[in-house]
């Protein structure tokens, strides 16, 4: 049955990337050298500082570049003389080093994209408090190994004075390997198998909050090792047919691997750490998390959907949707939706030792736990499901006693766990 739902599309307020900077914290300042803060790869990148022959400013501690609307890529990256655009910082950052988005509103018309790979022990980091806004047409890519970005605020709603139309809207807001991704989509990368090396690694994505977007909010391919959340969801996700006259499903807050079905290498994506999303305020969204076939030992923990699972297309009206293999969905609050999880049976061969414990179910209009096709994907071909509370229980074994050594939670919800908001 077609379901097309229309919530209130609040358009969300200023949030922020907030976290990980050096040890010496956002004070310690960087001036970009003329090697490091050359034209991006996007184009067209003014450098940051005037000549090579000229002594280097002082700094107390060449760590963070301070970027600035009311900067220029003509200064040297310190507080008082930020550079411009995030483009110029992100193209000068070293492993090791922060870029720190003062308050204000940054984006253009092209995407913005790391510029190199930092190190486990030494990861690049973006950050900045929350009134540091990314609005723009396209997305934030995360193209290179260890890159942690924390505490901005992503807004996709790229034209403000017009809120009902989907096309004031970026079409999607964080992306990571998206440019491998793009490789493979236009056939410039050999058809053949993606080894383990070209998968991207150690990317963290914290922002303080992302909303407004045509179709998904955050992707991530080919890669292993990843930590998205803690954030704020305060915009709805798939505006194209949430406002608009699309046939479509593609609203995801965040969309883990690809479907086989594309004709492209198997996506196995791993280790993909998601946590502590808080989208209670029910801006439209459909899943808010998608598991493709192909993932494996995924973690979704600790999350929060209100009004999630809304489709204008034939899918499934899911909130979660639980594919791939050894993934973990548990602690998490799912209501105000027609079903809360479902197994696909599309693959059913990519579908199997999955758990699904100590969630909390509830005001569902069909089930909460669905199944595609029994035949091909059941309970038996999981590990574990059981210990979830549902309400209204209409006797499915999602409540039934867990039974084995399983970790025990801390509460359900974004609020549980190691909360920010607790």
């Excluded at 599309?346 to 029994?374: I, W």
């Amino acid at each position: 049955m077609r379901r097309r739902t229309f919530l209130a599309l609040g358009v969300g307020a200023g949030g922020s990337l907030a976290g990980c900077l050096s040890e010496s914290g956002p004070e310690s300042e960087t001036a970009p050298s003329p090697e490091q803060a050359t034209a991006s790869a996007t184009g067209g990148t003014p450098t940051a500082t005037a000549s090579a022959d000229e002594p280097a400013t002082p700094r107390e501690n060449p760590e963070t570049i301070f970027v600035s609307p009311d900067g220029s890529d003509r200064n040297v990256g310190t507080r008082d003389e930020p550079v411009g655009r995030l483009q110029t910082a992100i193209d000068a950052a070293l492993p090791g080093q922060t870029v720190y988005a003062l308050p204000g509103e940054y984006g253009s018309g092209t995407s913005v994209r790391t510029a190199r790979a930092g190190t486990a022990s030494a990861p690049i980091t973006i950050t900045g408090p929350p009134e540091a806004v990314y609005r723009s047409r396209q997305p934030f890519e995360i193209n290179h190994d260890h890159v942690h970005l924390t505490g901005l605020t992503f807004d996709g709603l790229y034209d403000p004075s017009r809120p009902e139309d989907p096309d004031a809207y970026a079409e999607s807001q964080l992306q990571v390997n998206e440019t491998f991704y793009e490789r493979i989509k236009s056939g410039e990368r050999p058809d053949r198998p993606v080894e383990d090396d070209e998968y991207l690694t150690g990317a963290v994505v914290k922002p303080h909050a992302v909303g407004n977007c045509r179709a998904d909010l955050i992707k991530v391919h080919w890669s292993e090792n990843v930590e998205v959340g803690e954030f704020r969801v305060h915009g709805p996700a798939g505006v194209k047919y949430l406002l608009g006259d699309a046939d479509s499903h593609n609203g995801e807050i965040v969309y883990v691997g690809n479907p086989p079905g594309k004709g492209y290498p198997e996506d196995e994506t791993n280790n993909v750490h998601i946590h502590h999303i808080d989208a209670s305020a029910g801006h439209g969204h459909a899943e808010m998390v998608d598991l493709k076939p192909g993932t494996h030992h995924c973690t979704v923990e600790y999350c929060t959907s209100a009004g999630g699972g809304l489709t204008a297309d034939e899918t499934t009206p899911v909130v979660i949707s639980h594919n791939g293999h050894h993934n973990v969905v548990r602690w998490n609050e799912i209501y105000g939706c027609a079903m809360a999880v479902e197994f696909d049976a599309g693959y059913p061969e990519q579908s199997y030792e999955n758990d699904l414990y100590g969630n909390y179910f509830h005001d569902f209009t069909d089930v909460a736990l669905g199944f595609e096709d029994r035949e091909k994907v059941s309970l038996d071909d999981q590990r574990h499901v059981c210990g979830n509370r549902v309400e209204p229980d209409r006797g499915q074994p999602l409540t039934a006693e867990c039974r084995g050594d399983l970790p025990e939670g801390s509460g359900v919800g974004h609020t549980g766990g190691d909360s920010p908001w607790a």
